[in-house]
């Protein structure tokens, strides 16, 4: 542990302090690591809480301004599909606040629960799946969450506050398939892109972009390979034992394939999703009314009308 706390001091620039820190603790090298560790869940804590706070009050905010820019309630996807009568005969504000209820949940109950189970098995005598990969629920250079904890954010906080604020059906579908495919994205498209072109160019260019340094003088099989990491930009100039002219392609296509994978994760989340999404939403629209009509023998449902005379103008005979 206190080899781990001098190197992160080292990192962080602040081998002073941290030695002051050691100094205090001499001795009770026990306390420091509870103290250290409780710290920890609390930082891990107030992230998981703030973020699915944060996250979870995006879609009810966008809900209060197109109410009050189109004074229509529902979800505006559905706006061209439906009635607006049929929009309106949902009483949405009566389900208002166990939707707000549900989204304050979602933004409490995982980040508390998840934060203690982290901190359980880091402190764990015994060697188990977050001991074993302590490393990855680390702060990059003290500040920034690290990947799995950014995951475990999205996925049990920020992805679950989103879904209570749907009002129907059709905005939770809508909902869960957008946030679905851009965690996908974000955590899996990113890396895939990555991962399938760095090795591309590291094969047929002579660049070093896949970090192998894990596998030095080892052969790395096709599993392996498919989960090499890319190495960090700022630190393709330490490269040793590398040509200035193969550091400086690896730099340029590194710089390539940033954008590429940039654009490619913006053309699929702002125009391919969507696209399907819409798609799916209007079979799913007409289909619904397709079985409202043969339940009521081929007339739209009743409920859809304020009275008779507009039944009997509507239907279709």
Do not use: C
Request: glycine share 6%.
């Amino acid at each position: 542990m206190i080899k781990g706390i001098r190197e992160s001091a080292k990192q962080l620039k602040a081998e002073a302090d941290f030695e002051n820190i050691l100094q205090r603790f001499k001795g009770k090298e026990e306390d420091l690591k509870k103290k250290l560790l409780k710290a920890h869940e609390q930082i891990l804590r107030s992230d998981f809480i703030s973020t699915g706070l944060l996250m979870g009050s995006i879609p009810w905010i966008a809900t209060g301004i197109t109410e009050y820019k189109t004074g229509r309630k529902g979800f505006s996807a559905t706006f061209n599909m439906l009635e607006e009568k049929e929009i309106s005969k949902k009483d949405h504000a009566k389900s208002k606040l166990k939707r707000l209820a549900g989204t304050l949940a979602f933004a409490f109950i995982p980040g508390t629960i998840l934060s203690k189970v982290v901190t359980k098995g880091l402190s764990a005598k015994t060697a188990n799946i977050i001991k074993n990969n302590a490393q990855n629920f680390n702060y990059t250079s003290g500040v920034s969450m690290s990947k799995t904890v950014n995951a475990m954010k999205w996925a049990f906080t920020g992805f679950l506050a989103k879904l209570p604020s749907s009002r129907d059906k059709y905005e939770l579908r809508d909902r869960t398939a957008r946030e679905g495919a851009t965690f996908v994205m974000f955590f899996g498209g990113d890396f895939l892109i990555n991962n399938i072109l760095g090795r591309l160019s590291d094969h047929f260019l002579g660049t070093k972009i896949m970090n192998t340094d894990k596998y030095k003088g080892q052969k790395i099989g096709f599993l392996k390979s498919f989960l090499l990491p890319t190495r960090r930009f700022r630190k393709i100039d330490n490269l040793k034992n590398v040509s200035q002219d193969v550091i400086k392609r690896t730099k340029n296509i590194g710089a390539i394939l940033y954008w590429v994978s940039l654009i490619t994760n913006m053309a699929v989340l702002g125009f391919t999703v969507p696209h399907f999404l819409n798609k799916m939403l209007r079979h799913s629209v007409e289909k619904d009314k397709a079985k409202d009509r043969i339940a009521n023998n081929g007339l739209p449902p009743f409920n859809f009308y304020k009275n008779i005379e507009d039944w009997s103008k509507n239907a279709k005979i």
